[in-house]
T-cell receptor
Framework: AQKVTQAQTEISVVEKEDVTLDCVYETRDTTYYLFWYKQPPSGELVFLIR??????QNEISGRYSWNFQKSTSSFNFTITASQVVDSAVYFC????????????FGKGTTLSVSS | DTGVSQDPRHKITKRGQNVTFRCDPISEHNRLYWYRQTLGQGPEFLTY????????KSRLLSDRFSAERPKGSFSTLEIQRTEQGDSAMYLC???FGQGSGTGELFFGEGSRLTVL
């Protein structure tokens, strides 16, 4: 069965600190997609990244970076030099090709960045 | 604004009443999804349309829930005989996709339902 675990419920950091949000997934499918979404206080989920199971290259986008390791079934997200505007709930999600188009979301990690 | 829009944003109803939510996706998107999110949880998949065809339904979607997407444009989600457990944020998302796999979903701001 597919499952996404975000063990960190809440993280608090001070501005300019680096922070890593963990995501561990379970799947029996060989072809799947992993996602990260941001949900700011306004409530609208914002897409951050999609990664397919055959692409283990790490990705960097500005202050954001993602580390995908199939060996440990993890897809971790790092924010470098965090800012107050990064405060939000971050969700990791999994989509198995064989299971259809549904995204299975983790419970989310609430990140609070203080100045 | 050309994003996904949902209406109403908030709905308070009494147990046993019917409610309907509307979602207008991004115009060129052929795929439309409904999710439900309760406090402190991630969104849970409810159903998926490709154009006007409802292709996937979650087991979460009881007989009291029905969704439509006539003409492959806007969609409605109706809940009949609401129960207190239906209180949640109902999220709509759309995307453009062909073939297998899920692409980037664009979410609306959600419709918050409170059942008294």
């Amino acid at each position: 069965a597919q499952k996404v675990t975000q063990a960190q419920t809440e993280i608090s950091v001070v501005e300019k600190e680096d922070v890593t949000l963990d995501c561990v997934y379970e799947t029996r499918d060989t072809t799947y997609y992993l996602f990260w979404y941001k949900q700011p206080p306004s409530g609208e989920l914002v897409f951050l990244i999609r990664r397919n199971s055959f692409d283990e290259q790490n990705e960097i986008s500005g202050r954001y970076s993602w580390n995908f390791q199939k060996s440990t079934s993890s897809f971790n997200f790092t924010i470098t030099a965090s800012q107050v505007v990064d405060s939000a709930v971050y969700f990791c999600a999994l989509s198995e090709v064989q299971a259809g188009t549904a995204l299975i979301f983790g419970k989310g990690t609430t990140l609070s960045v203080s100045s | 604004d050309t994003g996904v829009s949902q209406d109403p944003r908030h709905k308070i109803t009494k147990r046993g009443q019917n409610v309907t939510f509307r979602c207008d996706p991004i115009s060129e998107h052929n795929r439309l999804y409904w999710y439900r999110q309760t406090l402190g949880q991630g969104p849970e998949f409810l159903t998926y349309f490709q154009n006007e065809a409802q292709l996937e339904k979650s087991r979460l979607l009881s007989d009291r829930f029905s969704a439509e997407r006539p003409k492959g444009s806007f969609s409605t989600l109706e809940i009949q005989r609401t129960e207190q457990g239906d209180s949640a944020m109902y999220l709509c998302a759309s995307s453009f996709g062909q073939g297998s796999g899920t692409g980037e979903l664009f979410f609306g701001e959600g419709s918050r339902l409170t059942v008294l």
